[in-house]
T-cell receptor, first 114, second 116 residues
């Protein structure tokens, strides 16, 4: 089945220690998104890639970066995680011409910062 | 400032009855609305959507109603089943002429529990 895969599902990192979360997709979608969701909060868009073009949200901290080496993979890098960065990180994809504008989500990576 | 609001954190319904989940929005530029369902340990999955040019969209047991003047939409599930127990997110997007990377703005979600 075509899907969005996130690894790892659970990640523990130390305060200030860089961490990378990964997302891959077999849907061949040209748009990939990263969301941060804290407990009982709405998923918040951090940035997205439209093909190779990176689009950052205005309020995304500089601590968060992303890379998309090819269509299938996208990475979220947190350069110096703080306790406030503990959250669920969701990757999503979409494609041109989708009439319903839906995005397809992975299962998420739960990040814990100690 | 929350542009999409789901004011009920939780809702409990008896199996076979109707579930009504509500969502309000403030941005009049939103022209498309979606509902997602999320089970524990899974990502959100698309459920149903509606364009702002419509006031109702139906798909099986699920119907979404849109009241543009009130900036309000609701999801009706009839009849409710125990398997419908999940968190339901309302999301909205702004039309993006010439592009397809529609960004979604989500509400905080409503936990629906359907009791057997």
């Amino acid at each position: 089945d075509a899907m969005v895969i996130q690894n790892p599902r659970y990640q523990v990192t130390q305060f200030g220690k860089p961490v990378t979360l990964s997302c891959s997709q077999t849907l061949n979608h040209n748009v990939m998104y990263w969301y941060q969701q804290k407990s009982s909060q709405a998923p918040k868009l951090l940035f997205h890639y439209y093909d190779k073009d990176f689009n950052n949200e205005a309020d995304t901290p500089d601590n968060f970066q992303s890379r998309r080496p090819n269509t299938s993979f996208c990475f979220l890098d947190i350069r110096s995680p703080g306790l406030g960065d503990a959250a669920m990180y969701l990757c999503a994809t979409s494609r041109d011409g989708q009439p319903r504008r839906e995005q397809y989500f992975g299962p998420g990576t739960r990040l814990t910062v100690t | 400032d929350q542009q999409v609001k789901q004011n009920s954190p939780s809702l409990s319904v008896q199996e076979g009855r109707i579930s009504i989940l509500n969502c309000d929005y403030t941005n009049s530029m939103f022209d498309y609305f979606l509902w997602y369902k999320k089970y524990p340990a899974e990502g959100p999955t698309f459920l149903i959507s509606i364009s702002s040019i419509k006031d109702k969209n139906e798909d099986g047991r699920f119907t979404v109603f849109l009241n543009k003047s009130a900036k309000h939409l609701s999801l009706h599930i009839v009849p409710s089943q125990p398997g419908d127990s999940a968190v339901y997110f309302c999301a909205a997007s702004v039309g993006n002429s010439g592009g397809s990377n529609y960004k979604l703005t989500f509400g905080k979600g409503t936990l629906l529990t359907v009791n057997p």
